[in-house]
């Protein structure tokens, strides 16, 4: 059986995911509150609902790719949303990276419902999404997850089961903290060394040999190097993520220092019109703090 | 032409580096002023000088490995040092991990006398040393560099020149940095995921496949989920290294709001009377601040 598709939030991630879920041979149906992004789309013959009401009354299993929480609030729980749309059994898939706390809050009132909730929050960005090599995290009851397993994997390629409800909202919240992390111990790396005289290419040449290797050099090695910050990942969207990180630690009673630190440099970023660069743009931060530009002799 | 090599202490990481460069069919003189390491290598066959300066004497290269500044400064530029015993154009190595800035003066005092000096730290551990596959971080000329290449081989088997003197010194300072950060962020992410129900296996899984992977979660994963720390690279050690790192950034100008917050958190662990075990154990130090053991429902 190839299931209808409804899909709620074709931005940036929800349109190329779209794509390739037509290209696997789904039937999808979409819905957007921004209309330019619903009629791009729309130009290459994908079929437009009205609300997210009408998507879940349309479609066998509803996927949101939204923003931030009240998006996937109102576009699940509202009056015109999912739930209000939606026949006993359906799965319901939210794909938005948001809080735990919400997601588990939404699987509870589907369940009341009678239907069937994912949380699949995914890793990879917008390039990601393009190739179909997405990672997906995933929370929720296994059988659920085994009957969303060949969708998934028309979008992602990693596609794991994580745990209960929430569970994929809370390992895309340690990744994040962990890729956060990481670009901070690059970047005072790299301003130490090059301030203390050395070349900036062979601390990472040296580093990605050992212990302190990662995939944060091995990716974004020349950006760092080069001070191309185009996103990739901007410093806004991680920033939100930090965000629900450290809500979610609020919620649990998780004491995070370092993430915590790390967030506020977000913040002095974003205060500074840096919002739209990529995440490794924390380099900067550093830069500025010690008054070095890496590579250079120059002042930052 | 075969060297007659001078080495001068011969502790955990030394005498397996004796051990190797004597596989690779170099004489070799030790001195060590704890008694007991050079006896151990004495029954094995290796002869040992009475001093620092005696080595020097005895030997074409000369090569340190030592605990810290002092007894470095006090081994090669001592009284009866190396310095004492040394002839023109002789190599004198420091492969011990010290501040850039005694490397460097090291350096200028032994080009006062037209000795050729280098800086070559070693990461690895003593398994590294016993296998000999440290990596090996070098600053100074680049002759001096290519005049020591084979040495170096019989020891290690990553083995870059960093730059002038003191880079080798700068680059081990990076790479500290960069492992101590990993740990940090693999920590602060288990203790959030664990605490919000996810298992952490799981969550080191995930985090493994894409841009959060590391060599810390690769080397150390078990570690963290067995709450196994057992050294490996002790927490005493390392904090000793972010002393060098922090000496060396304030040396310098540089901020480095991270490192120096990590440097408390393993201060706080050796006041704990956790100095012995390994640098993963930090996972110890949120689970603390947290109250949370990971892997467990039980309070930290």
Known sequence: MTERIGFIGVGIMGRPMVNNLVKAGYPVTIFDIVHASVEELEKEGVPAAVSSKEVA???????????????????????????????????????????????????????????????????????????????????????????????????????????????????????????????????????????????????????????????VMEVRGPNFLNHDFEPGFKIKLHRKDLGIVLATAEEYGVALPVTALVNQMFTTLVNEGQAELDHSALLTHIEKLSRHVVGTTEEA
Do not use: W, Y
């Open 57 to 215: 009354e349309k479609s066998d299993v509803i996927i949101t790719m939204l923003p931030e929480d009240p998006h996937v609030e109102a576009a699940i729980l509202g009056e015109n949303g999912v739930f209000a749309g939606a026949r006993a059994g359906q799965l319901v898939i939210d794909m938005s990276t948001i809080s735990p706390v919400v997601s588990r809050k939404i699987a509870e009132e589907g369940q009341k419902r009678e239907l069937r909730v994912l949380d699949a929050p995914v890793s990879g960005g917008d390039k990601g999404a393009i190739a179909g090599t997405l990672s997906i995290m995933v929370g929720g009851d296994a059988a659920d997850f085994e009957a969303a397993r060949r969708i998934f994997e028309a979008m992602g390629k990693t596609i794991i089961h994580c745990g209960p409800h929430g569970a994929g909202q809370v390992v895309k919240a340690c990744n994040q903290i962990v890729v956060a992390l990481t670009i901070e111990a690059v970047s005072e790396a790299l301003v130490l060394g090059s301030k203390a005289g050395v070349q900036p290419d062979i601390i990472l040449e040296v580093l990605g040999g050992g212990l302190a290797g990662n995939k």
